[in-house]
Structures are given as structure tokens and as C-alpha cells.
């Protein structure tokens, strides 16, 4: 059972940035049904919506944070290795600002759901027993407030605390693998499909602060216009979105829509190389997925 209280909210899956940016304009905004998780998170939203930070420049003076342990440092995957090399020398190029080998601080107890409480019950564990009695509780309990304050904790004294000490704009990773440090804080993040030489599919993530999609659009549009954009279809899809993921992948669909808890957009979409978007939390109402026509 996942604490992320409120995080299962749609995102859009695409092709392309320019794509996924036009759809995050028609789902993101205030829903009164999803009053408490979307009214704070509507003034992120700039005038105009995010498709006017579609720009070719978006990479000039943006620093970039690499975070090289254990992101890069235990990718067992020469190529995808040497490949995240290439393209970091390719953000430098278009004028953005790299800040490499840095650290998050208590990036092991993050990483783990263990110890930093984010897996709090699993089911074979604890059985369906666990989740009937989860819908018949009035709320949560003090054991889940004091994991969500710890949450909060390794949230602010590491991923917040790397990016305004060292002034970045985005933490730059390989594929998904940073996914835990985005879900725990509620983290947005945009995943940019790559291919690597021998044609594996893998992704660049882009990951900012809370409300920094104008920003995040820029970087990762303006990578995606530098770089080749791929199309690669086999690849063992990754993540509980993946068949929105392989269904863009497979050209069945230009758009479509995933949860996410914790990986679950980034994951499909670094291993079926599309892009996806996973906004601030609380960007997109939550209250989609339980209202049908």
C-alpha cells in the first residue's frame, strides 16, 4: 500500500514534447470535484499555458544538476552510459549550464521504500483483509501522518535543499531511476525519448521543483529540437502505464493518459522511448479516473 496520499492523477503520454505540452494545457487546471488538490496548484499554471515555452533556445544559461551516484554511477549499460555522456555534452553546447557530480542527501533512505516508509504495507504481506478495513477508516493514522512527515523531511533536506543551494533549474537523469525522489515530493518531470546506438530505447529525464513546468517545457523542448527524435516500438514496456505508453509507441494513438504513483509515466516512457509528463502534483485533478461517462 502506497502513502502518496492524492498522487494518482492523470498525465499525458506522446510522441513528441510539443504534443505531450499541448495535452498537459487541456488537463491541467481546477476542478471542483478535486478542490483541495487542484485550488492550491492553479496559480502554477502561467497565463497563456505552457505551449508558449515551446522555444528552439530553451537550453541557454538553464543549469542542469547531475547527480552522478548512483544515477549514473550503476547504470550497467556502457552504451546507455556513453550515450547520456553524449547528450550531456549536447545540452552544453546549446548553453545550458551542467553542474555535474553532485549529491541528494539520505539518496539511499530515499531510494528505498523501506526505510523511508514509502512502501508501507504490501499485499501479500497483509492481505485483501488490509484494504477493507483501509475503506472502512475515517482517515489516516498517526503511524501514516508521522511516514508522511518523513516524506516531507528527505524531500526538503534533499532534492529541495540540492536544487536551491546550488540554483538549479532541473536535475538531468537516465531513464526513470530517479522516479522516487519526484513521487515522494510530489516532483514534476519530463521524460524525453532517446535511442542509443545500438538501438535500445532509453530516456532523459528532466526533473524541477514544484510549478517549474514553464521551465521544465523549455529544457526539454529545446533538448528534444537538438537531438535526433527516435522511434523505436520493441522494448519490455515498464510500469503500470503501459499500455498508454505502447500504445503511442506503436503509433496507434498521437496522445493518451497514465497514473502515476511512483515510475509509472517515466518508466513506459524511457523504455518505449516516447515522452511523458508527470506535472506537480495536484497540477491535474485526481478525480478523472472515478468519474465515467
Do not use: W
Not at 11 to 26: G, M, N, Q, S, W
Not at 130 to 153: C, D, M, P, R
Not at 269 to 281: C, D
Amino acid at each position: 500500500m502506497n502513502v502518496h496520499d492524492g498522487n494518482i492523477y492523470y498525465k499525458p503520454i506522446c510522441r513528441t514534447v510539443e504534443e505531450a505540452v499541448y495535452v498537459l494545457d487541456v488537463i491541467a487546471g481546477f476542478d471542483p470535484r478535486d478542490d483541495e488538490a487542484t485550488r492550491e496548484r492553479f496559480k502554477f499554471i502561467p497565463e497563456g499555458g505552457y505551449k508558449q515555452f515551446l522555444k528552439n533556445e530553451g537550453l541557454k544559461v538553464k543549469r542542469l544538476g547531475v547527480v552522478r551516484s548512483p544515477f549514473v554511477d550503476k547504470l550497467h549499460d556502457s552504451t546507455i552510459t556513453a550515450s547520456f555522456e553524449d547528450h550531456l555534452s549536447t545540452l552544453r553546447k546549446r548553453g545550458a549550464i551542467v553542474v555535474d557530480t553532485l549529491h541528494i542527501a539520505n539518496i539511499d533512505e530515499i531510494l528505498d521504500p523501506h526505510r523511508s516508509g514509502e512502501l508501507m504495507e504490501k499485499l501479500a504481506e497483509y492481505g485483501q483483509q488490509t484494504f477493507i478495513e483501509a475503506e472502512e477508516s475515517t482517515g489516516i493514522s498517526e503511524k501514516e501522518i508521522q511516514v508522511l512527515e518523513n516524506l516531507e523531511k528527505l524531500s526538503k533536506d534533499g532534492f529541495e535543499k540540492l536544487m536551491k543551494e546550488n540554483d538549479l533549474d532541473v536535475l538531468v537523469t537516465s531513464g526513470s531511476r530517479a522516479s522516487p525522489i519526484l513521487a515522494i515530493g510530489g516532483y514534476p518531470a519530463i521524460l524525453v525519448r532517446r535511442v542509443c546506438d545500438d538501438g535500445m530505447p532509453f530516456g532523459i529525464c528532466f526533473g524541477g521543483l514544484r510549478g517549474t513546468e514553464s521551465k521544465l517545457v523549455e529544457i526539454a523542448y529545446g533538448f528534444e529540437q537538438a537531438t535526433k527524435n527516435p522511434y523505436v516500438k520493441s522494448q519490455d514496456p515498464c510500469g503500470s502505464s503501459t499500455g498508454s505508453a505502447i500504445s503511442v509507441a506503436a503509433n496507434l494513438a498521437a496522445i493518451s493518459l497514465g497514473t502515476e504513483t511512483d515510475g509509472s509515466i517515466l518508466c513506459p516512457s524511457s523504455s518505449n522511448s516516447v515522452v511523458g509528463i508527470k506535472p506537480t502534483r495536484g497540477l491535474t485533478t485526481e478525480e478523472v479516473s472515478s468519474h465515467r461517462p
